[in-house]
């Protein structure tokens, strides 16, 4: 067990990708992250909070929980690209995104088993597309192939009005 104490701590001071999913949950237990186990031990829900600091590769790493059906993240450190990792999650069907400041598109949402999709205070699509403006306005535009979709829950965001709306398809 301390060798695993040891790898995990060479991870955060080098921000290396985590390896596995028995070894990411173990980083994100000791990050103070909320996790939730199914019987067999295996994460299904995952919420960090804005204390935790995460490099890009440590939060890439929740791609390892094959199982994760909720994943809420305050203040990720994803850009664009950087959320690429979804794909690899067939499992994940509720997805909530506070303080986004990072990306500025909603693309790499798309083509998800997502039912429910909240994004709140995403700032970054209004801050990262100043200069393109056309852009701002259509990010909503870039959700597609959401089949399973049932709630979109857009507020504190350019993309909605000043008041919070919640929508069910």
Known sequence: MPWLVVLTLLTVLTGQALAGEKEVLVFFKEQAARITLNKTGQATKLSLNAKTELSVKEFQSIGEL????????????????????????????????????????????????????VLGGCMGLRDLNKRNLA??????????GLPELKRLSLYHSPLTPMTPTSRTL
Do not use: Y
Not at 135 to 144: F, H, I, P, T
């Open 135 to 144: 852009r701002q306005r259509d990010a909503v535009l870039g959700l597609k």
């Open 66 to 117: 094959k199982h994760l059906e909720e994943l809420a993240v305050n203040m990720a450190p994803g850009a664009n690209d950087d959320w690429a990792f979804l794909r690899k999650m067939l499992a994940l069907k509720k997805l909530t995104i506070w303080h986004g400041h990072k990306f500025s598109q909603l693309t790499h949402f798309s083509n998800l088993p997502l039912e429910s999709l």
